[in-house]
């Protein structure tokens, strides 16, 4: 899952990229959260190994796990927390709902794809 979260890091940047040229700081804002999630991905590959190496009682794939799921509890109040902002209910549902539904979704397929390697 690598792969795909550097394709997904490098998509959410050039959307908020041309968000932001176009004026919309506040949807860059509540576009920052996707990001969390796959980048912990990412920093998880290159940090498990060397974590790795100090603890005995956690291998590199239970290190990348916890980056995950670590991030999906912040990605979860972040999403919460910008929600907030949203004056009316059903923007606010939809964004809740699809945001959060996204890196619950992700967060699960790269769980699920480390699983076996335990």
């Known amino acids: 899952m690598f792969t795909e979260s550097l394709i997904l890091s490098v998509l959410v940047l050039t959307m908020c990229y041309f968000t932001l040229r176009s004026g919309g700081r506040g949807t860059v804002v509540a576009l920052l959260p996707l990001l969390i999630v796959p980048g912990s991905n990412i920093l998880a590959h290159g940090l498990a190994p060397q974590l ?7 291998s590199a794939n239970h290190w990348r796990i916890l980056f ?3 991030a999906l509890v912040v990605t979860m109040g972040l ?3 910008i929600s907030r902002n949203i004056k009316r209910k059903g923007p606010r549902r939809a964004y809740l709902f699809v945001f959060g539904g996204f890196s619950f979704l992700f967060s699960f ?3 699920a794809s480390a699983l076996p390697h335990l």
């Open 109 to 111: 397929l790269i769980l």
């Open 52 to 58: 790795d190496k100090l603890s005995q009682a956690l």
């Open 79 to 81: 999403v919460g927390g």
């Open 68 to 70: 995950v799921l670590g």
